[in-house]
């Protein structure tokens, strides 16, 4: 194991400044505690919160006030293991949840431990894992099956969002789906929407490439809004594609329009499912949503989900390969953020093993 930790730091330039500087450093590399491994960290994928760091130097009342190492969207492999580890070892490639409760609380012990108080990579003042190696808890690390690529295990993160959202929208057999933004969540949640057993999904967004991107990852329909069409239009449109309302309802942009679109195209009963995280007031048609007993619902990350993405990458359930449209080296983090930031690709991809640049 070399002595060489490079490291993607984002730097606070100054307080009337909100940007922050992405500086590549040597950092140490942290010995594992008892309860922990140290991994070589081999791919890491970019998030919009990552940028929403860099761009922004906050979210919400997350805010980058001391240097912080990004990326939560991880895969490695196993290099050192702490005493009490007994079900990885050295040589095992993992995937890497990025939170975990700091206490036993009536959540962690409900199994809803994404409600905990909890450590999450890159999200201050935790520090992320986008770097040569880096420690976490053994017991979110989960190995990955020689089927399933480093990068696929850097997806589980995504890919648990959608899962968790599915979940808690009750998706069953049957069901036709709209999701609002064909984004990575977007695109994660139609993927799982259809291996529950969604009946239909219709997808919408601004941009004809993601709409592309979902037709190939099996949309049955989709929408691309236009400039000046009102949440009520799009509603009518969705519900025209589809035959019917569709009974579950996944919003994954934030957008007060599409969260208006959720309510009004959602069948009486059904269930509006909020994924996107936008500003923290707006304005939303309650009352249509109210007499007709529409469920709204948020969720917060996901909890215990990795298990099952591994499972169902594993057996083919899911394919979220094509997702991973840019890579870049380590070394050249900025460039990747700036393409991501563009809005050229669906998924950016950064290697960390200079010795293994492969998926």
């Known amino acids: 194991m070399c002595d060489n930790n490079l490291s993607a730091v984002l730097y606070k330039k100054r307080e009337e400044y909100p940007q922050c500087d992405i500086v590549m450093e040597n950092r140490p590399i942290n010995e594992p505690g008892e309860d922990d491994v140290l991994l070589q960290m081999h791919s890491v994928g970019i ?22 190492i990004i990326g939560h969207e991880a895969a490695g492999r196993v290099v050192k293991c702490g005493k009490n580890v007994k079900h990885l070892k050295p040589g095992d490639r993992v995937a890497i949840e990025p939170g975990y409760p700091l206490r036993q609380d009536e959540f962690s012990k409900n199994g809803r431990y994404n409600l905990s108080k909890v450590f999450f990579c890159a999200t201050p ?30 997806l589980i993160e995504p890919l648990s969002v959608g899962i968790h959202a599915c979940r808690r929208a009750q998706v069953t057999l049957g069901h036709n789906v709209l999701v609002c933004g064909a984004g990575p969540i977007g695109l994660v949640s139609l993927l799982v929407a259809k291996s529950m057993g969604a009946s239909k999904v219709v997808i919408t967004d601004l941009f004809e490439s993601r709409l592309e991107m979902a037709k190939s990852l099996g949309a049955d329909f989709v929408h691309k809004i236009e400039k000046g069409q009102t949440p009520e239009e799009t509603a009518k449109k969705v519900i025209e594609m589809l035959g019917d309302m569709p009974e579950r309802t996944i919003e994954c942009t934030g957008a007060e329009a599409a969260i208006q679109t959720g309510i009004y195209a959602t069948k009486s009963g059904g269930c509006l499912l909020l994924v ?27 909890c215990n989900t990795y298990p099952a993405a591994i499972q169902m990458l594993s057996a083919g359930k899911v394919n979220v390969k094509p997702l991973v449209t840019h890579r870049f080296p380590l070394e050249e983090t900025e460039e990747a953020f700036k393409v991501m930031r563009s809005g050229q690709g669906i998924k950016v991809m950064l290697k960390c093993d200079p010795n293994d640049q492969n998926p």
């Open 276 to 302: 996107g995280l936008g500003p923290e007031m707006i304005n939303v048609p309650l009352v249509n949503a109210a007499v007709r007993e529409v469920d709204i619902r948020g969720v917060f990350r996901y």
């Open 47 to 68: 998030c919009g919160s990552d940028v929403s760091y860099w761009v922004k130097g906050r979210i919400g009342d997350f805010v980058v006030k001391d240097p912080m």
């Open 125 to 154: 003042p935790d520090h992320g894992n986008l770097q040569r190696f880096y420690t976490h808890k053994a017991d979110y690390c989960f190995k990955l099956p020689d089927n399933v690529s480093y990068e696929e295990g850097a």
